[in-house]
Nanobody, 122 residues
Framework: QVQLLESGGGSVQPGGSLRLSCAAS????????GAWYRQASGKKRELVAT???????TYSDSVKGRFTVSRDNAKNTVYLQMNSLKPEDTAVYYC????????????????WGQGTLVTVSS
């Protein structure tokens, strides 16, 4: 079965760094695109960053210059490097990916990671 497995969350002080990972498990052909969302308590889910099949990236204004999304195609993994973390970054972070499971070139499926909690506080 195909799953997105997230890791790397935790508690850090303001100004600290974390690296989140989102690995597609199971037998798949490739991850077409990936995205990171976050949802703070009581707030709506926010799109943080995206990355295409070939590495083109986008970022929300709130994280631009501090976060970097990348991918390792050989490992079917998407990363989010989070630097200069602020208390406002505290949230559950979710990975989302469009996956070509079979390699047929159509009928892609969307998957969500289980979420990983990032807490930034003194």
């Amino acid at each position: 079965q195909v799953q997105l497995l997230e890791s790397g969350g935790g508690s850090v002080q303001p100004g600290g760094s974390l690296r989140l990972s989102c690995a597609a498990s199971g037998s798949i052909y490739r991850v077409n695109s990936g995205a990171w969302y976050r949802q703070a308590s009581g707030k709506k889910r926010e799109l943080v960053a995206t990355i295409t099949r070939h590495g083109t990236t986008t970022y929300s204004d709130s994280v631009k210059g501090r976060f970097t999304v990348s991918r390792d195609n050989a490992k079917n993994t998407v990363y989010l490097q989070m630097n200069s973390l602020k208390p406002e970054d505290t949230a559950v972070y979710y990975c989302n990916a469009e996956i070509d499971v079979t390699g047929a070139g159509y009928g892609y499926l969307e998957f969500w990671g289980q979420g990983t909690l990032v807490t930034v506080s003194s």
